[in-house]
């Protein structure tokens, strides 16, 4: 069995600045790709950011320059550094984790952690 565990949402005034922390665990070979995705009220849910294990990023258009991705392979950790926010980043984020487990490949989400933004 896998865990996905996020932590580090809030409420944040504009232009201010929060991280999230995700951490995989449990029978895990190896992990593949780990993001972030968000889904605001009414909307669909999103990538915001996500990162390969070699390092390979990419970043939805709206985050470019005020988001940074980082993990780190040996913890299955990622983290989401949120700079400038703005209103519109207000949502649930959730944690993705793209998994080797002794049952095969698998995709595992968190329960997810909310962030708002006050204007």
């Known amino acids: 069995q896998v865990q996905v565990v996020e932590s580090g949402g809030g409420l944040v005034q504009a232009g201010g600045s929060l991280r999230l922390s995700c951490a995989a665990s449990?029978?895990?070979?190896?992990?593949?790709?780990m993001g972030w995705y968000r889904q605001a009220p009414g909307k669909q849910r999103e990538l915001v950011a996500a990162?390969?294990?070699?390092?390979?990023?990419n970043y939805a258009d709206s985050v470019k320059g005020r988001i940074t991705i980082s993990r780190d392979n040996a913890k299955n950790t990622v983290l989401l550094q949120m700079n400038s926010l703005k209103p519109e980043d207000t949502a649930v984020y959730y944690c993705?984790?793209?998994?080797?487990?002794?049952?095969?490949?698998?995709?595992?989400w968190g329960q997810g952690t909310q962030v708002t933004v006050s204007s």
């Open positions: 990162i390969t294990s070699g390092g390979s990023i």
């Open positions: 993705h984790a793209d998994v080797w487990t002794p049952t095969g490949r698998h995709d595992y």
């Open positions: 449990g029978r895990i070979f190896s992990t593949n790709a």
